[in-house]
């Protein structure tokens, strides 16, 4: 059976650094694009960023660009979210989804989320 | 970077057919496929439209969408209380992003 596992949220203060990560399993990870999206408390979606099945393309959301890095390894089934200089607007459910286009909005599988609080 | 632009909510009784709708710009709608998610309450996301209006299996068919120009439309006819959820829609936008729009809280009199 398809999932996907997110892991890594918690409560971090302003200015400090969470990783984030997405364990994948029942579909074969390295043939699909992969996204970031995440939901504010009581608001709407918001994409974060998104990555090519091979890793070789990414894109970000501009209220993320500079901050966040997304990256993969295949060989582990795995997608991770670097995010750094953490502001309290970060606060959100992140969730991970597949996409077959890193240039599409996410589609397929998606995961129950991690919640990160940025809070001092 | 802009939003795609949807009513806050929506309401219909059973049986009855809704419609929400989504506006964009030539960058995103205009220019590229758009799709529909489904949230319900306390739930990750789930797609019920892609590529502007093809349904997912599972997907009943009562779902339906379509685009005209910068603006498309999810319809859902023969309404249920099941389907009370949050409805978003979602386009890849040509500056290199995706945008989702604000969402449309669907309530089922």
């Known amino acids: 059976q398809e999932q996907l596992v997110e892991s890594g949220g918690g409560v971090v203060q302003p200015g400090r650094s969470l990783r984030l990560s997405c364990a994948a399993s029942?579909?074969?990870?390295?043939?699909?694009?992969m996204h970031w999206v995440r939901q504010a408390p009581g608001k709407g979606l918001e994409w974060v960023a998104a990555?090519?099945?091979?890793?070789?393309?990414?894109y970000y959301a501009d209220s993320v660009k500079g901050r966040v890095t997304i990256s993969r390894d295949n060989s582990n089934n795995r997608l991770y979210l670097q995010m750094n200089s953490l502001r309290p607007e970060d606060t959100a459910v992140y969730y991970c989804?597949?996409?077959?286009?890193?240039?599409?909005?996410?589609?397929?599988?998606w995961g129950q989320g991690t919640l990160v609080t940025v809070s001092s | 970077q802009s939003v795609l632009t949807q009513p806050p909510s929506a309401s219909g009784t059973p049986g009855q057919r809704v419609t929400i709708s989504c506006s964009g710009s030539s960058s995103n709608i205009g220019n590229n496929y758009v799709y529909w998610y489904q949230q319900l309450p306390g739930t990750a996301p789930k797609f019920v439209i892609y590529?502007?209006?093809q349904r997912p299996s599972g997907v009943p068919d009562r779902f339906s969408g379509s685009k005209s120009g910068t603006s498309a439309s999810l319809a859902i006819s023969g309404l249920r209380s099941e389907d009370e959820a949050d409805y978003y829609c979602?386009?890849?936008?040509?500056?290199?992003?995706?945008?989702f729009g604000g969402g449309t809280k669907l309530t089922v009199l």
């Open positions: 590529r502007d209006n």
């Open positions: 979602a386009a890849w936008d040509d500056s290199r992003s995706v945008l």
């Open positions: 990555i090519s099945y091979d890793g070789g393309d990414k």
């Open positions: 989804a597949t996409g077959v286009s890193a240039m599409a909005p996410p589609f397929g599988y």
């Open positions: 029942g579909f074969t990870f390295s043939h699909y694009a």
